[in-house]
């Protein structure tokens, strides 16, 4: 009997034994499963991106031969350059097409025709005359920008085997186009407006610099007010600080802070920056400080975190050497608690250069042509610019939201990639 005994419970650890090995592969595959989703959701969601977005970097251009009449840019003969810049070089495109396609007739057909070119090439004639007024009088073989629907047509995104009335262009117009393509006359080129130019109501010529600008002045100004004050704050509460009620209610609210949805400081940034304060709408300076209300609390936090991981025993050695509380705190605690405060500052500022709902509730979504001079001129960022882009109709506004956003991912993946690398390249193991 006490052998039989024996065996059953030898059997019955055995079994355990078994139903946890089997337990702990499971999980095992579960994590390594999750890991392959996350790794195949992340790959389908930039290469998405990327497919929609990559033919932006192209745009479809048109040669035509332009005669720069003087009787229309400079009929006086005196060169003023503030006359040559009022000249109507929309009429040097329009007589190069009509000669180019002498048939078309009616003013329907006619605007049909001029609709081959962006409505913005008249102002590359202009540039291109002020940059040498030498032109002036001689014909050249010009490439001007397309229009966003021929654009999409020659990039594939315009069907043209179905019926004209679901096509932004009739078959008078792609027979148009084909012709001039058979001639050598369109060619896609490396679309340099996109990173040059500011927004602009016809997608062919719109561009992110005028957004990027503005981002990079809306950072600066939370770099400016959001470190300073997060890491002053921060090394008070952890170094300074009574340990009162009051510090934990501070403590308390800082943490909650940083769980606050974002679209609340931008009502508060609507409220007291806006409406109380007086300051310019669709600026900078107020996007700026909005987000840097929103950054204090995970600069703070970062700060104190990295405070406290510093051993007590830096601190007993710098007070046995005469160092005062301050001393030990800024030349001692403070140098070896910056990577770790540089890095939380850098993961704060890439979390509020990617934010939204903040700018749209102060303005900044307003449509913004020029690029930005200082922090008080009206501005946009670039988040706030994808979503203007995003909400378009236009075909051609596609691919250019999503050849933004790959720009705004690219400058999230740098900062978070800085971030570790300060981490990696100053940390410090106890």
């Known amino acids: 009997m006490t052998d039989l005994a024996t065996q059953s419970e030898a059997d019955d650890r055995n079994r355990r034994r078994l139903r946890r090995t089997r337990g702990e592969k499971r999980f095992r595959f579960y994590c390594i499963a999750a890991v392959f989703a996350a790794i195949a959701f992340l790959v389908f969601l930039l290469g998405s991106i990327l497919l929609s977005g990559y033919t932006a970097l192209l745009q479809t251009h048109v040669r035509l031969d332009i005669a720069y009449e003087a ?31 002498p048939n078309v007739e009616g003013r329907r057909n006619l605007r049909r025709l001029f609709a081959l070119v962006s409505g913005q090439a008249r102002f ?33 995104y315009m069907r043209r085997d179905v019926p004209e009335a679901a096509r932004r262009l009739n078959n008078e117009q792609i027979g148009w186009i084909d012709r001039l393509a058979a001639e050598g006359a369109v060619k896609k080129k490396f679309n340099t407006a996109f990173f040059t130019r500011a927004d602009s109501r ?50 308390v609210n800082i943490n909650n802070l940083a769980a606050v949805p974002s679209i609340v400081f931008g009502l508060l ?79 704060g500022m890439a979390r509020a250069l990617g934010e939204t709902a903040p700018l749209l509730m102060i303005g900044m979504v307003a449509f913004i042509a020029d690029i930005p001079q200082s922090i008080t001129d009206p501005s946009t960022a670039l988040p706030v610019q994808i979503f203007l882009w995003a909400d378009s109709p236009e075909r051609a506004f596609v691919e250019r939201t999503a050849a933004a956003t790959l720009i705004l991912l690219m400058f999230l993946i740098t900062m978070n990639g800085l971030a570790i690398f300060l981490r990696k390249r100053f940390e410090r193991r106890w």
């Open 71 to 101: 009787a229309l840019l400079d009929p006086d003969g005196s060169g003023d350059e503030a006359a040559l810049r009022r000249a109507d070089y929309g009429a040097l495109i329009r007589k190069s097409l009509m000669e180019k396609f």
């Open 124 to 156: 590359e004639l202009r540039d291109r005359v002020l940059e040498s007024p030498a032109r002036i009088g001689t014909t050249e073989a010009v490439w001007l920008t397309a229009s966003g629907d021929i654009d999409m047509l020659m990039k594939g």
């Open 202 to 251: 016809t997608p062919e010529v719109a561009g992110i610099w005028g957004a990027v600008v503005g981002s990079f002045y809306t950072m600066l100004v939370t770099l400016l007010l959001a470190f300073p004050i997060g890491l002053m704050t921060g090394v008070y509460l952890q170094e300074f600080a009574t340990k009162n009620r009051w510090a934990r209610l501070v403590e």
């Open 269 to 347: 940034g609507l409220a007291v920056f806006l409406n109380f304060g007086g300051l310019p709408r669709s600026a900078p300076l107020v996007g700026g400080i909005t987000l840097a209300l929103m950054t204090l609390p995970t600069i703070i936090i970062a700060t104190r975190a990295s405070l406290l991981s510093i051993p007590p025993s830096i601190r007993e050695a710098a007070r046995g050497v005469g160092a005062s509380e301050t001393q030990v705190v800024l030349h001692h605690v403070l140098p070896l608690a910056m990577p770790g405060i540089l890095t939380g500052t850098i993961i």
